[in-house]
């Protein structure tokens, strides 16, 4: 079973920085895609960030482009994203998920997509 479990949200003032990690087992396991999403109350769920496998690949959304990085450590199983100049557009639930479709095309979850419970960032103005 694919458990993993987000953490660094936080609340943070505009302009500030905020660093998530995600660990667990499966998010590491060979060739999986993973990567975040995030969703502000009464609002869809957005594709934030995505990385594939060897690292080499990733894609961002439009609105966090420049700001976010992603990275993964698969020797400590971990995930990241890096964000950089938060806004109060970016307070959401963000949740790490594994095994998703991550492209130029966009990032979407996939038929086998795990979740993780979500950390809740909090940006103020």
């Known amino acids: 079973q694919v458990q993993m479990v987000e953490s660094g949200g936080g609340l943070v003032q505009e302009g500030g920085s905020l660093r998530l990690s995600c660990t667990g087992s499966?998010?590491?396991?060979?060739?999986?895609?993973v990567g975040w999403f995030r969703q502000a109350p009464e609002k869809e769920r957005e594709g934030v960030a995505c990385?594939?496998?060897?690292?080499?690949?990733?894609y961002y959304g439009d609105s966090v482009k420049e700001r976010f990085a992603i990275s993964r450590d698969n020797v400590d199983n971990t995930l990241y994203l890096q964000m950089h100049s938060l806004t109060p557009d970016d307070t959401a639930m963000y949740y790490c998920?594994?095994?998703?479709?991550?492209?130029?095309?966009?990032?979407?979850?996939?038929?086998?997509?795990?979740w993780g419970q979500g950390t809740q960032v909090t940006v103020s103005s």
């Open positions: 998920a594994v095994n998703i479709a991550c492209s130029s095309i966009g990032i979407y979850p996939a038929d086998f997509t795990y």
């Open positions: 499966g998010l590491t396991s060979d060739g999986t895609t």
């Open positions: 990385i594939n496998w060897s690292g080499q690949r990733q």
